[in-house]
């Protein structure tokens, strides 16, 4: 299985800041990387797939990139609705599998 | 609006087996190239992919898992289902049913149903 490493595991940021998460594959996986974002007691969110394509409706403010091995999402001014554990995961073969998630709290 | 739905029973007991539901709304199990699958996740912890099914029956399991793993589908109702046999504790989860586009990422995804094995 491939392994998906994201660091780090919990940031502290306040609103406006700049994040960046990093999500580390064991293997290449080409662009095969999705995104998601999941609040408290909810279910996960789908953000982005192919490494950073967004999905209809999410706020031009995430962005994703990378390709390979390592891969980070991006948020470019941080907003009291992002504070959630973010997830990659990785698509390129079976069975899929997702990073270990990161948390974004509020500093 | 296609929307997610897990039903089933809340409590399991050891040794035996978790059966969930998925129902469909907002479109058809059956329409474009989609597939349907079951996440779980442990309580504070990660998400782990179980298995997805086409409308046509065809299946794929994760393999740490598809020796108890039987998900099928019911295109009358427009629902799918996860069967998880010989639970243990370590099974105790909250399973998420989810939109498995073209075998690649998972959206949207249900409210998500909390199943605890006692023991």
């Known amino acids: 299985d491939i392994q998906m490493t994201q660091s780090p595991s919990t940031l502290s940021a306040s609103v406006g800041d700049r994040v960046t998460i990093t999500c580390r594959a064991s293997?290449?996986?080409?662009?095969?990387l999705a995104w998601y974002q999941q609040k408290p007691g909810k279910a996960p969110k789908f953000l982005i797939y192919?490494?950073?394509s967004l999905e209809s409706g999410v706020p031009s403010r995430f962005s994703g990139s990378g390709s390979g091995t390592e891969f980070t999402l991006t948020i470019s001014s941080l907003q009291p609705d992002d504070f959630a554990t973010y997830y990659c995961?990785?698509?390129?073969?079976?069975?899929?599998?997702f990073g270990q998630g990161t948390k974004v709290e509020i500093k | 609006q296609l929307q997610l739905q897990e039903s089933g029973p809340g409590l399991v007991k050891s040794s035996e087996t978790l059966s969930l539901t998925c129902s469909v709304s907002?479109?058809?199990?059956?329409?474009?190239?989609?597939?349907w699958g079951w996440i779980r996740q442990p309580p504070g912890k990660g998400l782990e992919w179980i298995g997805s099914?086409?409308?046509?029956?065809?299946?794929y399991y994760n393999p740490s898992l598809k020796s108890r793993v039987t998900i099928s589908v019911d295109t009358s109702k427009n629902q799918f289902s996860l069967k998880l046999s010989s639970v243990t504790a370590a099974d105790t989860a909250v399973y998420y049913c989810?939109?498995?586009?073209?075998?690649?990422?998972?959206?949207?995804w249900g409210q998500g149903s909390l199943v605890t094995v006692s023991s």
């Open positions: 989810a939109r498995d586009y073209q075998r690649d990422w998972f959206g949207p």
């Open positions: 907002g479109a058809s199990i059956s329409g474009n190239s989609y597939f």
């Open positions: 099914i086409y409308y046509s029956g065809s299946t």
């Open positions: 293997q290449s996986i080409s662009s095969w």
């Open positions: 192919k490494a950073s």
């Open positions: 995961q990785q698509y390129n073969s079976y069975p899929r599998t």
